[in-house]
């Protein structure tokens, strides 16, 4: 956990595409192995579990930014599905893989991913994926 604070602390130190900064967060993203102690439930353990989960979501995010500018299709797709795994509702990252697809081509697979999305977002959180993405749903209907 020492080593992986450390990590995205130097990291968040640099300009957000330099590749010192990208190559931090990647050894970051990979000592990331889930919850802090998650065995022991105190508030202190959980508040450090919360920070590194927030971090370790953001450095994914990022990273997924950073090869997405490169047009690293699979690499950003990969990142961004790591994010979900952690959080399903996280309509960044549906989102962007969304835009991802397009930028690839798979309009299919942009409709996939949103109805997927559609459907987390009506069980989990009783509402209606957010206009962009409905935008994003009609660009692929037309152009598929």
């Known amino acids: 956990m020492e080593e992986f604070r450390d990590l995205i602390e130097r990291a968040e130190k640099l300009p957000r595409m330099d590749a010192e900064r990208t190559e931090l967060l990647g050894k970051a993203v990979e000592l990331y192995q889930g ?38 299709f699979d690499e950003a797709a990969a990142l961004l599905e790591k994010a979900l795994h952690y959080d399903r509702t996280d309509i960044g990252a549906h989102e962007e893989l969304i835009k991802l697809c397009f930028l690839a081509g798979n309009r299919p697979e942009a409709l996939r991913r949103y109805r997927l999305y559609s459907d987390v977002s009506l069980k989990e959180l009783g509402a209606k994926p957010p206009k962009s993405l409905e935008q994003l749903r009609v660009e692929a209907a037309s152009r598929s």
């Open 35 to 72: 919850g802090f102690i998650k065995e022991f439930y105190s508030e202190w353990a959980e508040t450090i579990r919360n920070d590194a989960e927030i971090q370790y979501l953001r450095a994914l995010s990022q990273l997924a930014g950073f090869h997405l500018a490169r047009r690293n």
